[in-house]
């Protein structure tokens, strides 16, 4: 099996017959789904970084056992303004999906369930593969709010792998290809990421917490009883 990124194409390239994956990459504002898809596409960080209006688009041949696909990526704004009108548009034909949070912001990582919600709703196809990714792992440890172990479990419990990353550190390129790549072998084969059942309609999330007491009490969040798709803090 080789899987690698597609040299540009030659005129001998363009001959390759190649298949189509539209990836999809949601999740709240600021989470650096932008800086993901940049940084996977160009290989580069971006200089600037500016709130998607709409839908960023940007494409990427990968190879895999020699042959050549193309991926789009779809990045969407996370802001509902910017979105309320693409949405239809964006889920439209999609064959795979990436889900990021930031692991320094708790909000990015409980509003999950409400993503995974909107994506059940629009997405014709429950057995499309899926991708958890916790962004931004360059911080020091106690910037880190989002844990390993809960992000794991949340991982599971929805029927996806995990991986964490930064977009923004240069020695993570390869680790950020390998989530597309992952993503672009499994299409090709069309086989399933992960062999338990799905538990979307149970989008929970549990959090441990501790209070002044030394008391840890655990949260629980579960999408269908929270409209606005957060836990409870």
Not at 66 to 75: A, M, N, S, T, Y
Not at 191 to 198: G, S
Request: aromatic letters at 10%; glycine letters at 4%.
């Amino acid at each position: 099996m080789t899987d690698s990124i597609a040299q540009p194409e030659s005129s001998n390239d363009q001959e390759k017959p190649k298949r189509i994956f539209k990836i999809i990459v949601i999740g709240n504002s600021n989470v650096g789904k932008t800086c993901l898809t940049y940084r996977f596409c160009t290989g580069k960080f971006p200089e600037k970084s500016e709130a998607t209006i709409g839908v960023d688009f940007r494409e990427k041949a990968v190879e895999i056992d020699d042959e050549i696909f193309k991926l789009q990526i779809w990045d969407t704004a996370g802001q509902e303004r910017f979105r309320r009108s693409m949405i239809n548009h964006y889920y439209r034909n999609v064959h795979a999906i990436i889900y990021v949070y930031d692991v320094t912001n708790l909000a990015t990582f409980e509003s999950l369930p409400l993503w995974i919600n909107e994506c059940d709703k629009h997405v014709i196809d429950p057995e499309i593969p899926r991708v958890l990714v916790g962004n931004k792992c360059d911080v020091d440890d106690e910037y880190i709010v989002v844990q390993t172990s809960t992000a794991q479990r949340f991982a599971d419990t929805n029927n996806m792998p995990l991986f964490e990353t930064s977009a923004k550190a240069d020695n993570q390129q390869d680790h950020v290809n390998s989530i597309f790549l992952l993503l672009a072998h499994k299409l090709k084969y069309s086989k399933p990421l992960m062999t338990q059942p799905k538990l979307y309609s149970q989008s929970l999330i549990s959090i441990d917490r501790t209070n002044n007491n030394g008391q840890t009490n655990t949260i629980n969040s579960n999408s269908t009883e929270n409209a606005a798709g957060y836990c409870m803090c």
